[in-house]
């Protein structure tokens, strides 16, 4: 009897042992699997699900097929929902000036690659904006943007523009002044790139082209800049991430207004389905499902990138 | 060396640039010097209208202790701690393990499943937000500590894992074949050959995971409500509504809030650094 569980005990041992290198990564995956699945995967499909249905949340669901897109795109008879366009276009602008972060942010980081006294301190100072939360952020600049007290209404007074309502309070400018703000610490996310980035600049093809004449900009285009490729590319991810991204600072700083003005995708698609306005979950996950396309879209070319690089690894 | 070392370059330049840093220092934290300026203003010169001047007094202390001893602050900030750092125990736990499995071992979508992680990493929140809200509330867990912890770790753990797969993927590969052939079990080999030499990369993943999930508000609005599990990115709305137009609480109470990532981004600077700018070389 106990001979018998034994030798049980040990077929089973060898039978594990015979296949360990084949079972051992599974077992290793099964729990970051297991939570990204739940908590991610399964997600996104419902949420494709929900799009198609009317939904206040609590309770029965009713199929309503592609009632929500037809209404947000305004297919058929109806008009394209005003709040859908104003925030795709506004999310078109964050995508287009969130990038000036990458040349402002390589601007500073040439700027500050240097070896004097105290630089090191320098450069983390410079850096530290990103590391305070977007909450925080967005509440400093709104109080830097205060209409007549504002230390930047106050500035800008003094060469003689004087923007009515405040900077936040127009809606002419107060998505401007949002992507101002989320510029500040995505500017030094790029910096910090392009730093380390800096640092591994091969020296001797620096000193070869200086041998030969080059310089100044011309140094910059054709040597640097290639060397910098792989930061580059990552600016470019984590800046268009962010841009699309964008919700904190439009609810700390203007909550969606003024008028509507600074609504963007996200941030639409979390008023229609958790605010006031009622839980319209359904045309929510709507809304939800077109903005996860325009990221789709970029997702695939970051993809598609890493797996060039990956096909020349081991 | 891009550009040219200062040392370099005419005396005249040198004083220039040692002159233009501080000064670019100081537009740059103007934001935040300003803030700070307001946070140590009495009461008494927001009526008078001096926004932006001297302080007509000191009230640093003053002004901190309210935000201390007078709010809920200190329970936000505790809120906060104990979201985060299960959190980030968590989701490196995990990650470590994921990263190990998908960085050493050749299998059939492997690939495939890294990619997985690394696209759902990228996903908007927004198309996780009703169905990750109707499993909390289905697991009892809504406006819980614990329901935020979990989905972080989740969600998490994509970007945890891309960063120790390519780690890993570094790490000498014929260690791994050396050890195998001594006969050693491939979990031992994952707790006693590979886990020492990740150190720094658990070190790097755990800052920034620190200071990712300490700034998260989407989510700490989405899945809690009130003081019992809302972390300080939320709690800081519920502060200033307390003392609207208090310019000089409020502006204390976000130093506040955003003091403890900067505290660690000081502290751990080389790991913060390496880990944001993995793959910025190759």
Redo the contacts between chains.
């Keep these: 009897m106990s001979s018998a569980t034994t030798n049980g005990a040990r077929a089973e041992r060898g039978w594990y042992k015979r296949n360990?290198?084949?079972i051992?990564?599974?077992?290793?995956?099964a729990?970051?699997?297991l939570?990204?699945a739940?908590?991610?995967?399964?997600?996104?499909g419902?949420?494709f699900w929900?799009s198609f249905h009317q939904w206040d949340?609590l309770g029965e669901a009713t199929w309503v097929g592609t009632a929500n897109y037809e209404r947000l795109l305004g297919i058929g008879e109806q008009n394209m929902d005003r709040k859908f366009e104003v925030s795709f276009w506004n999310n078109l602008k964050w995508l287009v000036l969130y990038l000036l972060a990458i040349p402002m942010g390589l601007f500073i980081s040439?700027?500050l690659?240097?070896?004097?006294t105290g630089i090191r301190l320098?450069k983390?100072?410079?850096?530290?904006?990103f590391?305070?939360?977007?909450?925080?952020v967005g509440?400093?600049?709104s109080?830097?943007y205060?209409p007549n007290?504002?230390?930047f209404d106050?500035i800008v007074g003094l060469v003689g523009i004087d923007i009515k309502g405040g900077m936040l309070g127009n809606p002419n400018t107060a998505t401007y002044g949002i992507i101002a703000a989320g510029l500040?610490p995505q500017t030094a996310?790029c910096m910090?790139?392009y730093l380390?980035?800096?640092?591994?600049?091969d020296?001797e093809q620096?000193e070869a082209a200086r041998l030969d004449g080059a310089?100044g900009r011309k140094?910059?285009w054709y040597?640097?800049l290639p060397q910098l490729k792989?930061?580059t590319f990552?600016a470019f991810v984590v800046t268009i991430?962010g841009a699309?991204?964008s919700?904190?600072l439009i609810?700390?700083m203007t909550n969606g207004g003024p008028f509507g003005s600074t609504r963007v995708?996200?941030f639409f698609?979390?008023e229609e389905?958790?605010s006031e306005f009622g839980f319209r979950?359904g045309y929510?996950?709507a809304?939800?499902?077109v903005?996860?396309f325009i990221?789709l879209f970029?997702?695939v070319y970051?993809?598609w990138s890493?797996?060039q690089d990956?096909k020349g690894?081991? | 060396m891009f550009p040219r070392p200062i040392q370099q370059q005419s005396p005249a330049r040198q004083a220039t640039y040692q002159a233009l840093l501080p000064l670019a220092l100081v537009v740059w934290l103007l934001p935040l010097i300003a803030v700070f300026i307001f946070s140590i203003k009495p009461d008494a010169d927001f009526v008078s209208g001096n926004f932006w001047g001297i302080p007509s007094s000191f009230e640093m202390f003053n002004n901190y202790g309210k935000v201390f001893f007078e709010s809920n602050m200190p329970r936000y900030l505790f809120n906060s701690l104990l979201i985060t750092v299960p959190t980030v125990i968590g989701a490196v736990a995990l990650s470590a393990m994921a990263g190990f499995a998908l960085g050493i071992y050749r299998f059939k979508g492997n690939l495939l499943i890294f990619f997985m992680f690394i696209a759902g990493n990228f996903v908007p929140f927004q198309i996780l937000m009703v169905p990750v809200r109707d499993l909390t509330i289905g697991l009892g867990l809504y406006d819980t500590i614990t329901g935020l912890v979990l989905f972080h770790v989740a969600f998490q753990t994509g970007f945890c894992t891309l960063f120790m797969r390519n780690f890993i993927r570094a790490l000498p590969f014929p260690l791994i074949e050396a050890a195998r052939v001594e006969g050693i079990s491939e979990i031992r080999i994952f707790w006693y050959v590979v886990l020492p030499l990740m150190k720094p990369a658990l070190a790097a993943l755990a800052v920034l995971i620190f200071t990712f999930i300490w700034n998260d508000y989407f989510w700490a609005v989405v899945l809690t409500q009130g003081p019992d599990a809302q972390p300080v990115t939320a709690g800081i709305t519920e502060f200033n509504s307390q003392f609207r137009a208090a310019y000089h609480l409020m502006s204390a109470g976000s130093i506040v809030a955003a003091l403890p990532p900067v505290a660690m981004f000081f502290l751990m600077q080389k790991h913060f650094i390496a880990g944001l700018t993995l793959g910025a070389v190759k």
């Design positions: 360990e290198i084949a051992t990564p599974w077992l290793f995956l729990p970051a699997m939570f990204f739940v908590y991610v995967i399964i997600p996104i419902q949420s929900i949340g040439l700027f690659n240097q070896t004097v320098y983390s100072l410079f850096f530290f904006p590391v305070i939360s977007q909450v925080v509440l400093v600049f109080w830097f205060l007290n504002g230390l106050q500040w996310y910090i790139l380390t980035g800096l640092n591994a600049v020296p620096v310089k140094m910059l040597v640097i792989p930061a990552i991430i699309l991204r919700f904190d609810s700390v995708l996200s698609m979390f389905s958790l979950m929510g996950a809304i939800a499902v903005l996860f990221m970029f997702i970051f993809l890493m797996y990956e690894g081991r």
